[in-house]
């Protein structure tokens, strides 16, 4: 079983930065995309950055400038450097890892973590 484990929200002032982790562990072969994706009071889930394994990265309109994502391969693991941090941020974020193999033979899953709440305040 793959599990993610995400780290590094919490409060902060508008302007401040945070950087959100999100360790993926189990038994794990290969993860093609990991991703944060994002959900705000009263609003749908939405893609905030996703990273691809061979290095390729897609970023919501809003956050591009101010939040960059990275990725170690080796460690399974996905970062999300968020700066200029606005109130319109708070939301819970997810980590996301997209076609997970467990084994070279074995067909692909998605895993989420369980959410981190990033609160941003005026």
């Known amino acids: 079983q793959v599990q993610l484990v995400e780290s590094g929200g919490g409060l902060v002032q508008a302007g401040g930065s945070l950087r959100l982790s999100c360790a993926a562990s189990g038994s794990i072969f290969s993860i093609n995309t990991m991703g944060w994706y994002r959900q705000g009071p009263g609003m749908q889930r939405e893609l905030v950055a996703k990273?691809?394994?061979?290095?390729?990265?897609d970023y919501a309109d809003s956050v591009k400038g101010r939040f960059t994502i990275s990725r170690d391969n080796a460690k399974n693991t996905v970062y999300l450097q968020m700066n200029s941090l606005k109130p319109e941020d708070t939301a819970v974020y997810r980590c996301n890892a997209a076609r997970v193999r467990v084994s070279p033979i074995t067909g692909y899953n998605d895993y989420w973590g369980q959410g981190i709440q990033v609160t941003v305040s005026s």
């Open positions: 990273i691809s394994s061979g290095g390729s990265i």
